[in-house]
């Protein structure tokens, strides 16, 4: 049974910064890409980063390009995700994403497991 743990979410303040991680288990095919989603209440779940999981290549949304970095534990097949400089609208639950096919996409019908989320509140 495959599992996705995030963790590292919490209260925070304008301008600072959090780690987010996210262990995979039970994968029994070969991750491709691994992806931070966010939903905010109210609005649909919108891709943040991701990882193609061989060649390390990464992709950001725009609104957090500069401020977000995604990276990669081969040997624990985890993902991190580092958050500088956090804004009020970068509240949300993120989500941790496993795709098993090859291609970073931005639609969250694109991926095949996910975590349980954790809230991260970024407080003006």
């Known amino acids: 049974q495959v599992q996705l743990v995030e963790s590292g979410g919490q209260l925070v303040q304008a301008g600072g910064s959090l780690s987010l991680a996210c262990a995979a288990s039970?994968?029994?095919?070969?991750?491709?890409?691994m992806a931070w989603f966010r939903q905010a209440p109210g609005k649909e779940r919108e891709f943040v980063a991701g990882?193609?999981?061989?060649?390390?290549?990464?992709y950001y949304t725009d609104s957090v390009k500069g401020r977000f970095t995604i990276a990669r534990d081969n040997a624990k097949i985890a993902v991190y995700l580092q958050m500088n400089s956090l804004k009020p609208e970068d509240t949300a639950v993120y989500y941790c994403?496993?795709?098993?096919?090859?291609?970073?996409?931005?639609?969250?019908?694109?991926?095949?497991?996910w975590g349980q989320g954790t809230q991260v509140t970024v407080s003006s």
């Open positions: 994403a496993v795709r098993k096919y090859w291609g970073v996409t931005y639609s969250p019908g694109a991926y095949d497991y």
């Open positions: 990882i193609n999981w061989n060649a390390g290549n990464t």
């Open positions: 039970g994968l029994t095919v070969s991750t491709r890409v």
